[in-house]
């Protein structure tokens, strides 16, 4: 069982930056992917970024279409460390950001196997 946690997040202003990062504890996949959903009040949880890692090596990045060009997601595979740096965000990024793990290529909702405890995340002007 991986354990994920989560550091960051907070108050943004719109069009600033944040950083937040993912450290992932225990017995992690030779192939695993891991990636940042958000949820804000009344909408569904959806995949904002993922980042896949095949025998140690980085492999494909995932943006959803919201945030392409905005957000850049990284990660350290010899930490197991995701991070996701913001930037220029708006209003309807406003939500609580929750880092997952899933062993595989993807990272649907239906593949994540481990989820953080999720971290609120707000811009304003």
């Known amino acids: 069982q991986v354990q994920l946690v989560e550091s960051g997040g907070g108050f943004v202003q719109v069009g600033g930056s944040l950083n937040f990062s993912c450290s992932a504890d225990?017995?992690?996949?030779?192939?695993?992917?891991m990636g940042w959903f958000r949820q804000a009040p009344g909408k569904e949880r959806a995949i904002v970024a993922s980042i896949s890692r095949i025998q140690g090596n980085t492999g494909n990045t995932y943006y959803a279409d919201s945030v392409k060009g905005r957000f850049t997601l990284s990660r350290d595979n010899d930490k197991n460390t995701l991070y996701l740096q913001m930037n220029s965000p708006k209003h309807e990024d406003t939500a609580t950001y929750y880092c997952?793990?899933?062993?595989?290529?993807?990272?649907?909702?239906?593949?994540?196997?481990?989820w953080g405890q999720g971290i609120q995340v707000t811009a304003s002007a």
């Open positions: 225990g017995r992690t996949s030779r192939i695993d992917t």
């Open positions: 997952a793990y899933g062993t595989g290529f993807r990272l649907f909702i239906k593949d994540v196997v481990s």
